[in-house]
């Protein structure tokens, strides 16, 4: 493995990358098969000539939590179920086969689930052959006519092609006829197992077919079973005596079948890869060629599953490699050079289909086969999806083409050596349909995979029409013979003919001494002969002559085209040699364009993608400064409420202060009022009358509403202290929150509110509220006449659900403090005298007191359970 790795620098992909930067994406077909009965769910529907659509089946809706997404997928060109084979061939491998003759690669795998008509389409059935003896059926009808001698071409071990004269190749026939192993392959009768597969009624031919060249074409089978490549034409030799071994290392019987010995990936000068040791096998016709394929496809490996009776167990490979080699200038024999040799070949892949075992109910040998089968599909579909990503987004990832022989094997395709076209066959029914989902997104990665065009050959440079006009002088050589009576034998009858000319011998026999007529006539004759001879000889001098000067003048005449043409060539390389500067200086040009492009292109990569984050940052913070904003006008008017709130609070605590405050200077201002009266009345009455109260007209005017009221007589002066005296509350024996807030006014009067163990706050608070069953709000106001009313508003604690406490008022008990009209306090020094008699006003001092009234008020009145607890005071009417 060392000396493979110092190998591979990476050399094909300069070399790609510099022939040509045109790249065509990989062609994706699409094929549904038939339901096997008519009353079947379908899944896959056919929306035109480029679209299918999947449909979820019912049994798969609650499964996926009510999905009922219909997905549509794209293809080049999608095949319904009526599509026959012809109409499939002619748009998907005919330009393949086309392709192939013109010195060109081709790829076409089948991909698909078990059961979904790969085989199928590839080999066909009795009556409707299918791709593969089509292709042969096409390439032989194109080549029939030019094809080469067996044994002309010779495939060696290193993926390449010798080539040998006519003789050697007549010698190698021969020996191999003489083998009884091998022999070469006759016409015979066509096996009436696959006959009717071949007999392709439609007649079909490639364009432009190089005339002045001879073809010869082989072909090879393999089979990758759990990653392991078996040549499947490889005849095994059996020996009777030998015991062969299975893997388990014990002996087997001699009938048992015994696996071929599996083959090596390995890699050739150009860095094609190929299987090394794989039989290639000349043919020279459509009948033998599927022969071949036939014997090979008795040896491959397919078993009886759930899905399928006859499931394919490992990827077939069917290779055909057509040699082309040009003629030489005369157009009779090949020519001997080895690097004018085109080698082009046709791969022809029918994939193992992707299976759960779940439903294949696999088990032993079955499971781990599936296992395999599954895992080299995800190995290519791997590959597809790192390409992909390498092409749109300029990323340089390693492909993982070696994790798998299938990816491995064809990894020079997908790197520029050729077309690559994908027929995916779907089964519609129901039950496949996860399978067709994954084997749609796996043609939808595909789809966008390109590939780079194949360079075309190199032209060699001799004349064309060179076959034709061969056989076109030796037609008129032999015609002009024929009209001269015949072709000439050998130099003996030109002999004859030139005797003819002369004169005949006489008889030469003397039978008589005394006879003197026989030599004189001899002599005459052969005077005559040699007077012939010398005329003869003079004529053919003459022509000789004759002859050496046309030859001169010949030699004139091809001296002097020679020269011109010469003058002719030095001025046209003068120009090839310009134009080849020029076309040198455009290439370099060119080059230096198209590294441009490709630096501008990842450029413009990088900004797309540059542009698309910024433009998703920018939605980013559009939405934000939209939900700041939004916030931002909520706060805003949160804030305007809080303000409004705030304000109507303050305006109403300023209104209740004054309020207050007004109350308190009022309060002052008249007992200031009363102080300076009294003063008044003592200074202006005599000593010896009893002191009188001075007139206040505003309790006369009131006497009638007050006498009318409770009246608690005021404390008289020098009296004896009394203690203060505080009204219980009728709820004592709960726990209170006694709320006086501090803008209370504190009264002067006997009577105060008072309850027992309260908590008394100036603000009421959650923890006080916590620790309390009751609640007392005390709440004082102006009244009417002027006086200071106090209330004491009343409720009960509740606890709320979310551990606050509620406060639920109950009822409001009123004090109010008058001053009684008529009752005044005596003085100091008639209180003992005057017990029993009835006062009179002078009996009294001017100073009155107040008397603490408790009106107490029940649910249901003006200030009853709804008052708020903070208590604004009310404002007074003007």
């Known amino acids: 493995m060392k000396p493979a790795k110092s190998k591979t620098p990476r050399k094909p992909i300069l070399k790609k990358g510099t022939q040509s930067s045109l790249k065509d994406p990989v062609g994706v077909y699409c094929r549904v098969r038939p339901l096997s009965f008519p009353n079947q769910e379908c899944c896959i529907e056919v929306i035109s000539d480029t679209t299918v659509q999947l449909h979820t089946p019912e049994g798969y809706r609650v499964n996926r939590n009510g999905d009922y997404k219909e997905t549509q997928y794209s293809f080049k060109q999608v095949f319904g179920t009526l599509t026959t084979q012809k109409e499939l061939f002619d748009v998907v491998a005919n330009p393949l086969v086309d392709d192939l003759i013109h010195g060109k690669n081709g790829l076409l795998f089948t991909y698909g689930v078990t059961g979904s008509g ?12 299918g791709l593969l003896p089509r292709c042969l059926d096409m390439i032989f009808n194109s080549i029939g006519a030019f094809q080469a001698k067996r044994y002309v071409f010779k495939s060696n071990d290193r993926n390449s092609m010798d080539i040998q004269c006519e003789v050697d190749a007549l010698l190698e026939r021969q020996k191999r006829e003489a083998m009884p192993t091998q022999k070469t392959p006759s016409k015979r009768q066509i096996d009436p197992e696959f006959a009717d ?28 079973y759990n990653n392991y490549i078996y040549d499947l034409l490889e005849e095994v030799p059996f020996d009777p005596v030998k015991p062969k071994w299975n893997s388990c290392n014990t002996p087997v019987r001699n009938t048992d079948f015994i696996p071929p010995q599996s083959k090596m990936l ?12 794989c039989t290639e096998v000349e043919v020279k016709s459509t009948e033998e060629a599927f022969e071949v394929f036939w014997r090979g496809q008795k040896k491959r490996r397919i078993a009886n599953t759930q899905l399928n009776r006859e499931s394919s167990r490992s990827h077939s490979v069917f290779i055909i490699k057509l040699a082309q080699a040009p003629l030489d200038a005369d157009g009779d024999n090949v020519l001997q050079e080895k690097e004018q040799i085109t080698l082009s070949q046709l791969s022809l892949v029918d994939l193992a289909g992707s299976e759960r075992t779940n439903r294949t109910k696999a088990e032993g040998n079955r499971l781990r086969e599936a296992g395999n089968i599954n895992q080299s599909l995800m190995t290519l579909r791997t590959c597809m999806e790192v390409l992909r990503e390498n092409q749109m987004y300029g990323t340089n990832k390693m492909v993982p083409y070696r994790d798998s022989k299938l990816t491995h094997l064809f990894k020079n395709y997908f790197d520029g050596e050729g077309k690559v076209r994908m027929i995916v066959c779907v089964n519609p029914k129901a039950e496949d349909y996860e399978e067709s989902l994954q084997v749609m997104r796996f043609a939808e990665v595909t789809q966008e995979v390109e590939v780079a065009r194949p360079v075309d050959k190199a032209i060699c440079g001799l004349t064309p029409g060179r076959r034709y006009r061969n056989q076109a002088f030796r037609e008129e050589l032999t015609r002009r013979l024929e009209l001269r009576g015949g072709p000439v034998g050998d130099e003996q009858s030109v002999t004859e003919i030139l005797l003819q000319s002369f004169p005949p011998l006489t008889s030469c026999e003397i039978l008589d001494v005394n006879d ?15 007077h012939v001879r010398q005329m003869m000889t003079e004529e053919l001098n003459k022509q000789v002559i004759a002859f050496r000067t046309m030859l001169q003048d010949f030699d004139n005449a091809v001296l002097n085209k020679e020269n011109y043409i010469q003058g002719k060539l030095n001025e046209k390389e003068k120009v090839i040699s310009g134009q080849k500067a020029e076309i040198e200086r455009l290439e370099k040009k060119t080059k230096t364009l198209e590294y441009k492009i490709e630096v501008l292109e990842k450029t413009t990569t990088i900004y797309e993608e540059d542009k698309r984050n910024l433009q998703q940052e920018l939605e980013n913070q559009s939405q934000k400064l939209q939900r700041q904003f939004s916030d931002k006008r909520r706060l805003e008017a949160r804030l305007q409420g809080m303000v409004t709130e705030t304000s109507m609070k303050w305006e109403k605590e300023c209104e209740r202060r004054v309020a207050a405050k007004q109350l308190e200077m009022q309060n002052k201002l008249w007992v200031k009022d009363e102080k300076l009266k009294q003063l008044k009345a003592i200074v202006t009455e005599p000593k010896n009358d009893k002191p009188e109260r001075p007139s206040r007209e505003r309790d006369r005017e009131k006497i009638s509403q007050r006498s009318q009221r409770s009246v608690s007589p005021s404390p008289i002066p020098n009296a004896p202290p009394i203690r203060l005296r505080h009204r219980r509350s009728r709820s004592a024996g709960d726990r209170w929150v006694d709320h006086k807030p501090a803008s209370n006014v504190q009264t002067e009067t006997i009577m105060q509110p008072h309850v027992p163990h309260a908590i008394t706050v100036a603000v ?10 009751k609640y007392m709000l005390t709440h004082q106001e102006l009244a009417s006449d002027g006086e200071i009313e106090t209330k004491l508003i009343k409720g009960d604690v509740f606890k709320t659900r979310g551990g606050g406490q509620s406060v639920q008022f109950t009822d409001i008990e009123t004090l109010k403090q008058e001053s009684p009209p008529g009752r005044k306090r005596r003085s100091s020094t008639c209180a003992q005298t005057q017990e029993v008699a009835v006062p009179t006003e002078s009996e009294w001092t001017d100073v009155e007191t107040r008397c603490s ?3 107490e008020m029940r649910a249901g009145s003006q200030l009853g359970p709804g008052y708020q607890h903070h208590a604004q005071p009310k404002r007074r009417k003007p």
Request: aromatic share 6%.
């Open 118 to 129: 790969k085989t199928h389409t590839m080999t066909g059935s009795p009556g409707e052959g």
């Open 197 to 224: 597969m071949i007999n392709v009624q439609e007649f079909c031919k490639a364009e432009e077919i190089d005339e002045d060249s001879v073809y010869g074409v082989f072909v090879s089978y393999i089979e990758i």
């Open 266 to 277: 390995r890699e050739d000068k150009n860095h094609n890869m190929y299987v090394a040791g």
């Open 516 to 530: 003197e007529q026989t030599l004189p006539r001899l002599i005459e004759v052969l005077e005559k002969r040699h």
């Open 764 to 773: 009421a608070n959650e923890k006080a509220l916590a620790k309390c069953e």
């Open 853 to 855: 009234v408790a009106v």
